[in-house]
């Protein structure tokens, strides 16, 4: 198969989709990999790297584009990039069609694109295997972005996470305890932070109460934990995921009113919408707006930023994906793969996630029925 590689076209997003050492496999296992010119750069995998394992360079994002038949991209497509797809390619990206554009999703239904999310993939157990690594990474980073914006040099007010002796340490509230909360804990809790977590789960906060043994206070999300909370919070950390989904807006703005002068809130979900109504997205040129006294960081590729070791982690959970399906074509490993299926946004121009059809009014086909199972 012809897979191609476009480089990244949205403002400081430094991965790639794969490695050279990925590129290898492929090329090895037969299969022709397109890589557009400087698509690794930013990673630190230059042109030769990718020659040497048996790429081929493309010099314009037009034939990066219309070179495979199945196109893999890190960043969800802009509106021009939907519009250089050709017909019945594969589109293998963090699509997050359920926060896009109408637009964009008309034209993979018109040009019977099988577009693949890589943030829905499933494996055997329910797990995001895709989602996942980059979770656990933004989770890690979130305390040292925190960290600056808390600073005097940062806007913030002056506060080290931590605290001293005699000096008690921020407050930090994560609402979510999934692969981001976790780990976004897991650093506030080796810093010695105060903490507080938030998930419409009892099994997930018993969980998290388990894994720290107790060292930090749980709640469910009730509007009114929420206003008693955040109130005290030094930062607050969005963690929610509803898979598939927009992110509901767990804390409304008459909450981030109450907030001290001077806190955080880094709004991690912000990719499906964010969970705080006064989030907006960001970049990482201008990643932070000010707002009722409070610093939003909203910064919907995090992981961007390391983009080495995002790209080395990506690149380790999605290759046997691609390799299935550039070995045996989509309709043969969807249906050997239920993960990998669950995975369609649209196939064939059939819109096979529900509440994509819902969201846009579009009807809906079960994947099942359109490749002759069940």
Known sequence: MDISIAKESHYHENRIALTPAAVRSLVRAGHN???????????????????????????????????????????????????????????????????????????????????????????????????????????????????????????GRGILLGGAAGVPPATVVVLGAGTVGLNAVRSARGLGCNIILFDSSLERLRYANDLFSKQLVTYLPHRYNLEKVLPVADVVIGAVLIHGEMTPKLVPEEIVKCMKTGSVILDVSIDQGGCVETSRPTNWATPSYTLHGVTHFCVPNMPSNVGRTATYALANATLPYILNIAANGPRRAFLEDPGLARGVYIYGGHVTHPLVATRFDIEYNSLNSIIGKG
């Open 33 to 155: 990999v397109f890589i557009e010119s400087g698509a690794g750069q930013a990673s630190g995998f230059d042109n030769e790297l990718f020659s040497a394992v048996g790429a081929k360079i493309v010099f314009s994002k037009d034939e990066a584009f219309k070179r495979g038949k199945m196109l893999l991209k890190i960043f969800p497509p802009s509106l021009d990039e939907y519009r250089l797809l050709v017909g019945d390619q594969i589109v293998m990206s963090f699509l997050h069609l359920a926060a896009a554009h109408q637009e964009g999703v008309t034209i993979l239904r018109e040009r019977n694109i099988t577009a693949i999310g890589m943030e829905i993939m499933e494996d055997n157990s329910g797990n995001l295997p895709i989602l996942t690594p980059m979770s656990e990474l933004a989770g890690q980073m979130a305390l040292p972005i925190a960290s600056y914006y808390l600073s005097n040099v940062g806007g």
